[in-house]
């Protein structure tokens, strides 16, 4: 059973130490109790986020009718041109994939909201993770509430998990968007950095001095009552009516930003609004960027073994990487593949595998590449239902997993990447 030690020296009354004096304590219960509470916490963290998804949950399907609506329209107007007006027919295309592209970024923010994974802490670059966010709250708001917003562009990172910084914001949001609800508004959102020069106390936490990033959420609602302010991060206290929400986004909330070392601090003026101001500590280190906008990504010439067995899918992709400088040998089958990979007939620089295939997945073929010795980078496409580790891809030899629907830029970037041995797995 575990134990706690502790020990010490007693001295006798002319201060000689004589006696050590040793204290082994059982420590099973507190354990247990410890274990018993984080399970706890995290059946009330699944809870509130399937309060929130059924709160988006209206909205995003209204979403998501516009998107099918403008696909069929665009769809039908190309459909309708003659085969001369090539212009009108291109723009009309250029439309249906811009729809797709948002169907497919709201697939994606649901999926990543709603998944059970455990909580992995890393460092993390919030900024997408907040963008993408603001469009799920976007998705269930009237015009008479506007979204403002400035992050800023150097903004540093913080070691936390990317769903539960998203259960943050989105917490957050939805509070403001409710006091607004009936008569509009504003909701604020501000991302940066700042540096606590001594030890600060916030909202009765006392932060260490250093780098954190200050994340405001402000609205222009009906405001809030001392009385109402002092309970909000109870858990199960709620203003809102019944069936329309726990009580526990708040808690959740203020769980989570504690957990990071962080602390939230709450503002409010009856008939001006709210303001929510959250703060976690940054990870010292150098101010950061994203450069991928300035990179070649066009390839030298190299030589690409792809395989995927949805052919038509797999035709776009392979006319996209040629245009692209590529030489790509397609085949539709894992085991066909395989026997390509053995005769030794071509020389490939990197090797695109589709997860889901019959009598071979991706991983699979994977392995039986790596049991032939055959050392090709790989890239990994998978679907959003597909959980694949980090750890499980690096086994197989993978450097890179892409996620389907994957579109021409996306697959270029990773391509890019593994070739010149950046941003692998």
């Not at 970024?105 to 909580?119: A, E, G, Y």
């Not at 726990?246 to 070392?261: A, F, H, P, R």
């Not at 906008?293 to 038509?312: P, Q, Y």
Request: charged share 25%.
């Amino acid at each position: 059973f575990p134990v706690s030690i502790n020990s010490w020296l007693v001295d006798d009354d002319k201060g000689i130490k004589k006696l050590l004096c040793i204290l082994v304590k059982n420590i099973t219960m507190e354990k247990k109790i410890a274990q018993e509470k984080k399970i706890l916490q995290e059946q009330l963290q699944t809870a509130q986020k399937m309060e929130a998804i059924g709160t988006l949950a209206g909205g995003i399907a209204h979403d998501f009718n516009n998107i099918l609506g403008g696909i069929i329209g665009y769809a039908e107007l190309a459909e309708d041109h003659t085969p001369d007006e090539f212009e009108k027919t291109h723009n009309d295309l250029k439309q249906i994939l811009t729809a797709c592209q948002r169907a497919k970024n709201l697939v994606s923010q649901i999926l990543t909201f709603s998944r059970k994974d455990n909580i992995t802490l890393k460092a993390l670059d919030i900024t997408d993770i907040t963008k993408e966010t603001l469009k799920l709250v976007e998705a269930t708001i009237k015009q008479d509430i506007k979204i403002e917003f400035y992050i800023s562009k150097y903004l540093l990172k913080i070691n936390a998990d990317a769903t539960q910084i998203q259960q943050i914001i989105l917490n957050l949001c939805t509070n403001a968007v409710h006091s607004m609800r009936g008569h509009g508004g504003i909701l604020h959102l501000s991302l940066i950095n700042i540096r606590l020069k001594n030890a600060f106390r916030f909202q009765n936490i006392y932060l260490e001095p250093g780098l954190y990033i200050r994340l405001i959420v402000k609205d222009s609602g009906h405001g809030m009552t001392p009385e109402i302010m002092n309970q909000i991060f109870d858990p199960y206290f709620t203003t809102k009516d019944v069936n329309e929400g726990t009580g526990l986004g708040l808690s959740v909330t203020l769980g989570i930003i504690k957990s990071y070392g962080g602390a939230i601090k709450t503002e409010s003026v009856i008939g001006q609004g709210s303001t929510f101001t959250v703060l976690i500590p940054a990870i010292k280190s150098e101010f950061g960027y994203d450069d991928s906008k300035d990179v070649d990504i066009r390839g030298k010439n190299e030589s690409i073994l792809f395989i995927d067995d949805e052919k038509l899918f797999a035709d776009a992709i392979k006319q996209h990487l040629v245009n692209l400088g590529y030489k790509i040998v397609f085949e539709q089958f894992s085991l066909k593949a395989l026997e390509i990979l053995k005769s030794k007939k071509y020389k490939f620089d990197l090797i695109i595998i589709d997860q889901s295939m019959p009598k071979m997945t991706g991983l699979q073929l994977a392995k039986e590449i790596m049991e032939i010795n055959i050392e090709i980078p790989i890239i990994l496409c998978t679907g959003f239902s597909e959980k694949i580790s980090d750890n499980m891809a690096k086994i197989m030899g993978i450097k890179k997993i892409v996620k389907k629907p994957i579109n021409k830029n996306e697959l270029s970037y990773a391509i890019h990447s593994v070739l010149n041995k950046k941003d692998l797995i």
